[in-house]
């Protein structure tokens, strides 16, 4: 790989991906599927899919609509919060991404911040992963919210744990209240941390809670 190639950190649609499973939603979340209906391997003039999906299915960014009554949807995100520099941060802990481990970074006002752990890759090896993941706590939200970051993004389906459940909500409103998108289930095994270039650009949807995404990284030198 040179320098000057992208490499695509979204999970792929349309085979067996992960979906989150929420505590009290088992059998109530629709299941993403990729059909295809017309196909020129069978003999068909063309080849069409229908899509099936949940807007937070895959890699997708959360709009403060996610959250908050009258936010700002999908549609209307700038489209410079997720194209430009970003930073990739590794993170040593296993359990959980803390405050003590980002002060030494010096996150910066205006910055892409992407968090890589030990999920990547082994959360996106199952289509419903349940188990322990590494997650940023209700305290480093605000830390990193008051440092007025553009995008915030983590190698798991959503970057809060489930343990209360009540951090979902509270993780989730540090940023979006704040105008912060989040940037969810990308893929950095195979990533080293340092500086790169982001393209991540979610589907136009009106009025949008999310939008899936593909999201690429470029090094920069």
């Known amino acids: 790989m040179s320098e000057h190639d992208w490499i695509d950190i979204s999970i792929p649609l349309g085979r067996e991906i992960p979906e989150l499973a929420l505590e009290g ?6 299941r993403s599927r990729v059909r295809r209906f017309f196909d020129v391997e069978k003999g068909d003039k063309v080849t069409m899919s229908r899509i099936e999906m949940d807007s937070h299915d895959g890699t997708h960014i959360d709009s403060p609509l996610h959250f908050i009554k009258g936010g700002a949807s ?14 990739v941060i590794e993170i ?12 030494p970074h010096r996150i910066r006002q205006g910055e892409r911040i992407l968090f890589k752990t030990i999920n990547s890759p082994r959360v996106y090896s199952s289509r419903v992963y349940k188990g322990d993941y590494v997650a940023i706590t209700a305290e480093t939200s ?27 909500t509270a993780v989730h409103l540090a940023f979006l209240t704040k105008g912060i998108y989040i940037l969810e289930a990308i893929n950095l095994d195979g990533i080293s941390p340092g500086n790169y270039e982001l393209i991540c650009l979610p589907l136009r949807l009106d009025k949008g809670d999310a939008g899936p995404c593909r999201a690429v990284l470029r090094p920069i030198p």
Do not use: F, Q
């Open 25 to 30: 939603s088992e059998g109530d979340m629709p």
């Open 74 to 87: 999908i549609d209307e995100m700038p489209i410079s919060t997720a194209v430009g520099p970003a930073r």
């Open 92 to 103: 040593m802990n296993e359990k959980e991404i803390t405050v003590g481990e980002l002060k």
């Open 142 to 168: 605000e830390y990193l919210a008051d440092t007025g970051i553009l995008l915030v993004g983590l190698d798991y389906l959503t970057i809060a744990g489930m343990n209360p459940p009540e951090n979902i």
